[in-house]
């Protein structure tokens, strides 16, 4: 029996949230959008986006799907994904499309602007430490600072370039495709 070693996913969450032009409600004069062209919401709706009436990928993440389907005539689309997240910020930045979104249960808050030379990641802190430690840990300083550093590998803001994060994608596939390729080759 094979065991897979790399590439590996877990089964964790994300959503995703992209508007489409400004809400009704919001004055003619304050109005900014469209924000996608038609060709971009076609490419959004193929790919499986959704209508949807809220603007919050938390909300999005919370809600059963069949809930949060709406008429067309909803300025949202939302997407929620179970695995492999990567993959549909790959699709939203190469198609420069501005997007909010929340990854891993909502752990990593993730935003690109349309035409922005870098993808934004922020933490959420209180919300990895709600779903993990405040069941096993005390409130006390040592198991604060125990939480802290066992997610301090990274800032808890940081922008990555889009040109490096496409890049980064582009090698996990071409390291998972040849993976599969020796896999079938060891047959």
Sequence with gaps: MKTRNGFVSNSSSSSFVVIITDNKRIPEERKKGPYITEEQKQKLLDY???????????????????????????????????CNEDEVIEFLVKNNISFSAVRHYGHTSVFYKKDADRILFMDNLGQAFEMYEWKISGYSEEDLNRFLINRSTESPI??????????????????????IEDEDGDK
């Design 48 to 82: 499986g986006f959704v209508y949807c009436i809220t603007t919050d990928p938390m909300v999005v993440e919370k809600t059963p799907k069949a809930h949060w389907k709406s008429k067309e005539d909803n300025n949202i689309l939302a997407y929620n994904v179970t």
């Design 158 to 179: 940081r922008t990555v370039f889009k040109e490096r994060f496409l890049k980064k994608t582009q090698s996990y596939y071409r390291d998972y495709e040849k993976m």
